[in-house]
C-alpha cells in the first residue's frame, strides 16, 4: 500500500479519536449514576488556588480535555499532510514522522493504563500505520 494512504488512513483514526475525545470531554459531568453524580460535585465544587488562578479539579479536568483535543487534531493534521507532501521532502516528512510516532506508541499506552483500550488501540493503530509508511517512503522516494 502507498505511503500517502498508510497516512490518510492514520489520519482519519486520529480525527475519528479527537471526535470521541470531543464528545468524551464534553459529557463527562452528565451521569444519572449517583455515585459519579458526587465525584463530578466533589470535584466542581471545591476550587483552590494555584499558580495565580482559583480552578476546581473539574475545571482542570475541562483544561486538560480541551488541550487534548487541540493536539489530537494537529496529530491528525500533521499526518494528513505528511501524506500530501511525502514524495516532495520525503527526508523532512520521515523525521516528521519517526518522531510523531514515538508521541503516539507513548499516548497510546498511556491511554492503554489511565483510559481505556479502544482509544489506545486507535492510537496504536495509527502508529503502526505511521512507521510502514516511514518505511515505504524511504524505500519509495529516497
Known amino acids: 500500500m502507498k505511503p500517502e ?6 489520519s482519519i483514526l ?4 479527537t471526535i ?12 444519572t449514576d449517583p455515585a459519579k453524580q458526587e465525584v463530578i460535585k466533589q470535584m466542581t465544587g471545591n476550587k483552590f488556588p494555584f499558580m495565580g488562578a482559583n480552578h476546581s479539579m473539574g475545571d482542570a479536568m475541562d483544561g486538560y ?8 487534531f494537529l496529530i491528525t493534521a500533521i499526518l494528513w499532510m505528511s501524506s500530501t507532501y511525502a514524495a516532495k521532502n520525503p ?6 514522522l519517526i518522531l510523531l510516532s ?4 507513548l499516548s497510546a499506552i498511556i491511554e492503554l493504563i489511565y483510559f481505556f483500550p479502544l482509544a ?11 512507521v510502514i509508511a ?5 524505500k519509495t522516494y529516497n
Do not use: D, P, S, V
Request: hydrophobic fraction near 65%; charged fraction near 5%.
Open 14 to 17: 486520529m480525527l475519528l479519536h
Open 65 to 72: 480535555g480541551f488541550a487534548l483535543i487541540l493536539t489530537l
Open 91 to 96: 527526508t523532512l516528512i520521515i523525521n516528521f
Open 5 to 10: 494512504i498508510l497516512l490518510r488512513i492514520a
Open 120 to 130: 489506545a488501540a486507535f492510537t496504536f493503530i495509527a502508529m503502526l500505520l505511521t
Open 20 to 31: 470521541g475525545h470531543t464528545f468524551g470531554t464534553l459529557g463527562w459531568k452528565k451521569t
Open 134 to 138: 516511514i518505511f515505504q517512503i524511504n
Open 102 to 105: 514515538i508521541i503516539l506508541l
